[in-house]
């Protein structure tokens, strides 16, 4: 069995820690938490506990009882995780973002190239986007032409999100852009394939210094394709965070408006279709009422995918999605937070195979 440790025992770290311990006592993987670490002793405990297993002494300690670092602390936290794990060889599963600056990034991705690894870009295993990318990349409706992403979520700072670190730049390297819509920027890039060129508009409405609360990004391609992106950070605090994405291709239009199954919408001169997406085939194992089955496979799904392979290939095993698919993002996000510093100009990307034509 592999033992896991969980590095981080906030937010993610609780609800990894429920989503593994669901598949751990289903017998769907062949591991489990053993460890537990948090610099609050108190958060380490609790989830140790909860997933009978033992409060770490130290991040060294936790590393040395493990085979797998499970790195959940906030975004600032996770370059000298991530270093002190691969020193011993680890395989890691590292949250997203990778880290504040681009170049603590480049180097997450070089440390983590060296090891099986996994990124915690949860939204690469949704059945929705799996679906809407498979269309797009099968050309059926022709060129896609324009995307519309809109992703909004309440200031995290607050709520079920019981932490501050978010309106900290040192911490967490930017506002709503980088921390939550560094998925979005990752699906544009899956579904469009790599832009040619970002510009972008950033403010700080609600006042908290290097911390964008309303972005809006503009991404161009090669053959006139665009995409755009809203990311908002408001205070509806009654409002669970939601995306809605619309794609225009040249002869259909998709849209949807749930992140995890949609359905994904697509209309076409021929008549309208509903997509459904799927969950897991062995969603129904899980011990948890039917309304967090979802929300929980939507994590459950990656982790076991990387556990599998972890089992199944050792030391040669492969996560997906992993950091040249992180990397590509942060490189969008970097270039965006650039644009909007320089007053909103065009900033070239870097090249990457894929690009549409
Ligand atoms: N993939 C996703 O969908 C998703 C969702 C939420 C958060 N995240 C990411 O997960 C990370 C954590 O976010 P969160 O919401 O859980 O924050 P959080 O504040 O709730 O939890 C972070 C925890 O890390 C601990 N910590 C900080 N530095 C540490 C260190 N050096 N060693 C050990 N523990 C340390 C803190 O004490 C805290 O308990 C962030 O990078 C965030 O962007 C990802």
């Known amino acids: 069995m592999l033992r896991i440790g969980l590095v981080g025992c906030g937010h993610i770290g609780t609800v990894h820690s429920y989503a593994?311990?669901?598949?751990?006592?289903?017998?769907?993987?062949?591991?489990?938490?053993?460890?537990?670490?948090?610099?609050?002793?108190?958060?380490?405990?609790?989830?140790?506990?909860?997933?009978?297993?033992?409060?770490?002494?130290?991040?060294?300690?936790?590393?040395?009882?493990?085979?797998?670092?499970?790195?959940?602390?906030?975004?600032?936290?996770?370059?000298?995780?991530?270093?002190?794990?691969?020193?011993?060889?680890?395989?890691?599963?590292?949250?997203?973002?990778?880290?504040?600056?681009?170049?603590?990034?480049?180097?997450?991705?070089?440390?983590?190239?060296?090891?099986?690894?996994?990124?915690?870009?949860?939204?690469?295993?949704?059945?929705?986007?799996?679906?809407?990318?498979?269309?797009?990349?099968?050309?059926?409706?022709g060129k896609p032409m324009a995307l519309v992403l809109r992703d909004d979520q309440y200031f995290p700072i607050q709520g079920m999100y019981g932490s501050t670190w978010r309106s900290d730049v040192a911490k967490a390297g930017g506002g709503t852009l980088?921390?939550?819509?560094?998925?979005?920027?990752?699906?544009?890039?899956?579904?469009?394939?790599?832009?040619?060129?970002?510009?972008?508009?950033?403010?700080?409405?609600?006042?908290?210094?290097?911390?964008?609360?309303?972005?809006?990004?503009?991404?161009d391609y090669a053959g006139g394709a665009t995409a755009s992106l809203i990311s908002v950070w408001h205070q509806v605090t009654t409002r669970p965070s939601t995306r809605r994405l619309e794609l225009f291709c040249e002869e259909a239009f998709l849209w949807t408006e749930d992140d995890y199954l949609g359905p994904l919408h697509v209309e076409t001169s021929a008549g309208s279709e509903t997509i459904e997406g799927r969950p897991p085939t062995w969603i129904d194992r899980l011990t948890v009422p039917e309304v967090l089955a979802k929300p929980l496979a939507q994590y459950a799904e990656p982790s076991k995918a990387f556990l599998d392979a972890l089992v199944a290939d050792g030391a040669n095993a492969r996560g997906f999605p992993g950091v040249e698919v992180a990397l590509a993002a942060h490189e969008v996000v970097d270039g965006a937070y650039r644009s909007a510093a320089a007053g909103g100009g065009t900033v070239p990307l870097p090249t990457r195979p894929g690009a549409l034509r």
């Open 178 to 219: 980088i921390e939550h819509s560094i998925h979005d920027l990752d699906v544009i890039n899956w579904v469009l394939g790599p832009a040619g060129s970002v510009s972008a508009h950033t403010a700080s409405i609600f006042g908290y210094e290097g911390i964008d609360d309303s972005a809006a990004v503009r991404l």
């Open 20 to 141: 593994l311990r669901q598949l751990t006592d289903a017998g769907l993987v062949d591991a489990a938490i053993t460890s537990t670490f948090d610099t609050d002793p108190e958060r380490a405990q609790r989830l140790a506990e909860a997933s009978n297993a033992s409060r770490a002494e130290s991040l060294e300690a936790l590393l040395d009882a493990v085979d797998v670092a499970w790195i959940c602390t906030w975004t600032n936290g996770h370059l000298p995780a991530v270093e002190a794990a691969v020193a011993r060889g680890l395989p890691v599963f590292c949250e997203k973002p990778l880290a504040p600056t681009l170049p603590d990034c480049r180097r997450i991705a070089d440390l983590l190239g060296t090891v099986p690894h996994q990124v915690g870009l949860v939204l690469r295993h949704a059945p929705v986007f799996c679906n809407l990318a498979e269309i797009v990349h099968s050309g059926r409706y």
